[in-house]
C-alpha cells in the first residue's frame, strides 16, 4: 500500500540535486518550509497561468500544511514540468504511467540571474549544497511561555506552529487554572503535535488485528505474534524508525519526540504491558497503527487487568485519526468489556469504521445472515441514529476463498477492500483538518470543565459546612451540570460524563478550586472566533 505525492524516491539523484540547489534559493528564510509568499515568487518564473500554479500546490501540499517541504517541492517542480510539457495538471497525474525519475527539471525564466547571485553570496559564508532545515523554534515555547508570547501569529510558518502558539498562549493557562488535565486529558507536550497520524486496531482476540497491520506492511513487525489464541498481550504502537526494534513502555513514555508521555497517568501496571515497535518502511512515514490486546469476554478475566483498559482505549482515541472495529464471523458478540470500550468512544464517532474480517470463511447466504446480526449488535451499542460503515472483506495475505464466496463474493471482497484502502490513504491528507478540529474540540471543552469547576467553587459555603455541601454537590453533579448548561447556554452533549467527572472531583477539595476569570475564557473565544480563522485564512493556497 502506498501513500502521498509524487516521493523522493521517483526523482533521479542528479534532479534531487538540482532541486536541492533551487530550494536554497526559493526557500527566503532558510528554515527548510517553503512558504506561500515564497512560493508564488518562485513560481512565477516557469510562466505557467495562475489556475495551473494553483492546481500544483493543492496537490503537493495536499497534506494541507500550509507550506512545502523539500520533498513537496520536488513534487512540485515536477508538476510545473508536465504543466509546460503540456499535460492537464490533476491530482490523478502522480499515479499515472509518467516516468518521473527521468522527467527533466522545469524551464524557468531568470534562474540563472538568482543561482549566479546565490553563488556570490555563498562564497563569502560557509558553502552548504544541502537545504537545511532549522529546528523549529516552537519546541521552546512549551518550556517557556515568555517565549511564545514573543511571536506573533503572523510569523509562524505551518498551521501546525500556529495552533502551537495558540495553545501555549491562550488554551494551556485555562487548562491548568481549572485543572482540565487532572479531569479530562493531560496536557498537551510539542510532540503531541506533530506526531505522524494513528489507526486504531480494536476488537475481541483472534480476529486478526496484528494481521491486518501486517497485510498493509506486507511484512512482519518486531515483537508481533498472531495465532488463534490471544496473542497480543499489550499495547503495540508501531512506528516508522531506522531500524527494526522494540522499545518498552516506561522508555517510551519518557522520550520527548514521541506523543506518549501522556500515558504515565495510567502507571507502571500498564507502561509493562505496553511497547513500540519501530521499523523501516514507507507506509509507516506517513501514518502510525496502534495494535490492543483482545477484548476480553469473561467478567472475572475483566478484573484481572491490572490496568484501566477502558481509559487507556479512550486515551488512544482521542489521538487517533481513525479507529477500526474489527469482527468475523464467528465473534458477532459484545461483550460488556468490548460495550464499555465502544462506550469510551463517544465523541469520536466520526473516526470509527467497522471491518468484518475473515468474511471469506462462510458463504454468501451465511454472510448476509452474519451482516445482519452484526449491525442488530452495534445497534444496542453505538447510540447514534446514523449508520456505522462497515467493510466486508478478508484482510491478510491469503488469496480469498473463491470456492466459499464464489465470483460475486470475490468482486465485493476486492471493492470493500479498495475502500477501506482509500480510506487509510486520506488519512495523512486530512491529518491536518484533523488536528484542527481535535484543537477546537479540546478548548471548547476546557472551556466548558472552567464553567463547572467555577460554578461548583461559587456554590461553597465562605465559612462553615463545607465538607457536608461538597458531598452535596457531587450527589447532585447532574443537576449542577444542568445548571451551568442553563447559565451560559451550552449544548448538554459538549458535557462529560457525571460518573467519571464525580469519581475525580471526590479527591479533591471543591473550596481549593478557582473562581471564574472572565479574561481567561475571553481569550479562548477570540482564539475560537479570531485566531484559528486568521491562521486558516494565512496558510491557505496562495493562489487563492
Not at 494541507?64 to 508538476?79: C, D, H, P, S, V
Not at 464467528?330 to 468490548?338: A, G, M, N, T
Not at 465559612?463 to 450527589?475: E, H, N, P, S, Y
Request: some cysteine; charged content about 25%; aromatic content about 8%.
Amino acid at each position: 500500500m502506498e501513500i502521498g505525492s509524487a516521493p523522493i524516491s521517483r526523482c533521479s539523484k542528479e534532479h534531487q540535486k538540482i532541486y536541492q540547489e533551487w530550494f536554497s534559493i526559493a526557500d527566503s528564510d532558510g528554515d527548510g518550509r517553503l512558504s506561500g509568499g515564497d512560493a508564488t515568487k518562485f513560481f512565477s518564473l516557469s510562466n505557467l497561468p495562475r489556475q495551473d500554479l494553483k492546481q500544483v500546490w493543492a496537490i503537493a501540499d495536499s497534506k494541507r500544511q500550509g507550506f512545502l517541504g523539500f520533498k513537496e517541492f520536488i513534487t512540485a517542480m515536477q508538476l510545473v514540468s508536465l504543466a509546460q510539457a503540456g499535460h492537464t495538471i490533476t491530482s490523478d497525474i502522480l499515479n499515472s504511467e509518467v516516468d518521473f525519475e527521468k522527467l527533466q527539471p522545469p524551464t524557468l525564466e531568470g534562474l540563472d540571474v538568482l543561482l549566479a547571485k546565490k553563488k556570490r553570496y555563498s562564497s563569502e559564508p560557509e558553502e552548504n549544497g544541502s537545504a537545511q532545515v532549522q529546528s523549529s523554534p516552537a519546541a521552546s515555547w512549551f518550556s517557556s511561555t515568555k517565549s511564545a508570547k514573543k511571536v506573533s501569529l503572523s510569523s509562524v510558518t505551518s498551521i501546525i506552529d500556529g495552533l502551537k502558539k495558540l495553545y501555549v498562549q491562550k488554551l494551556k493557562p485555562l487548562e491548568l487554572t481549572y485543572r482540565f488535565n487532572d479531569f479530562v486529558s493531560p496536557v498537551l507536550a510539542n510532540s503531541d503535535f506533530d506526531a505522524k497520524p494513528m489507526v486504531m486496531l480494536l476488537g475481541q482476540y483472534s480476529t486478526g488485528k496484528t494481521t491486518f497491520i501486517k497485510h498493509l506492511l506486507r511484512a512482519n513487525y518486531p515483537g508481533a505474534h498472531i495465532g488463534p489464541e490471544p496473542t497480543t498481550d499489550r499495547f503495540v504502537v508501531v512506528m516508522n524508525g531506522l531500524d527494526e526494534r522494540s522499545i518498552p513502555g516506561n522508555t517510551v513514555a519518557v522520550q520527548a519526540d514521541m506523543p506518549f508521555s501522556g500515558l504515565t497517568t495510567f502507571g507502571t501496571a500498564f507502561l509493562s504491558k505496553f511497547e513500540c515497535s519501530q521499523m523501516p518502511h514507507p507506509l509507516l512515514e506517513h501514518i502510525t497503527f496502534v495494535d490492543t490486546p483482545g477484548v476480553l469476554s469473561g467478567e472475572k478475566q475483566r478484573t484481572q487487568r491490572s490496568y484501566d483498559f477502558t481509559g487507556v482505549t479512550s486515551w488512544f482515541a482521542t489521538k487517533c485519526d481513525l479507529i477500526l472495529l474489527l469482527f468475523d464471523p464467528h465473534k458477532l458478540d459484545i461483550s460488556d468489556e468490548f460495550k464499555r470500550v465502544i462506550g469510551s468512544l463517544r465523541g469520536h464517532d466520526d473516526k470509527i469504521r467497522v471491518v468484518l474480517n475473515k468474511a471469506d470463511q462462510v458463504d454468501t447466504q451465511q454472510l448476509m445472515r452474519v451482516y445482519g446480526a452484526l449491525m442488530w449488535s452495534l445497534g444496542k451499542v453505538l447510540n447514534t441514529p446514523e449508520v456505522n460503515r462497515v467493510y466486508i472483506g478478508s484482510f491478510n495475505d491469503k488469496p480469498i476463498n473463491e470456492g466459499v464466496v464464489g465470483p460475486i463474493g470475490k468482486e465485493l471482497f476486492e471493492k470493500e477492500q479498495d475502500d477501506l484502502l482509500t480510506d487509510l490513504k486520506d488519512i495523512p491528507k486530512k491529518a491536518c483538518d484533523r488536528r484542527i478540529n481535535e484543537f477546537v474540540k479540546r478548548a471548547r471543552a476546557a472551556k466548558i470543565h472552567s464553567y463547572i469547576i467555577s460554578h461548583l467553587k461559587k456554590e461553597m459555603p465562605a465559612m462553615m459546612g463545607k465538607a457536608k455541601t461538597q458531598q452535596r454537590l457531587i450527589d447532585n453533579l447532574a443537576d449542577e451540570f444542568a445548571k451551568v448548561q442553563r447559565e451560559h447556554h451550552l449544548p448538554a452533549g459538549d458535557f462529560p460524563n457525571v460518573e467519571h467527572f464525580k469519581e475525580v472531583l471526590s479527591g479533591y477539595s471543591i473550596d481549593k478550586f478557582e473562581k471564574l476569570k472572565p479574561k481567561m475564557i475571553q481569550s479562548v473565544d477570540d482564539m475560537l472566533g479570531y485566531d484559528i480563522p486568521e491562521l486558516l485564512k494565512n496558510f491557505r493556497n496562495p493562489y487563492d
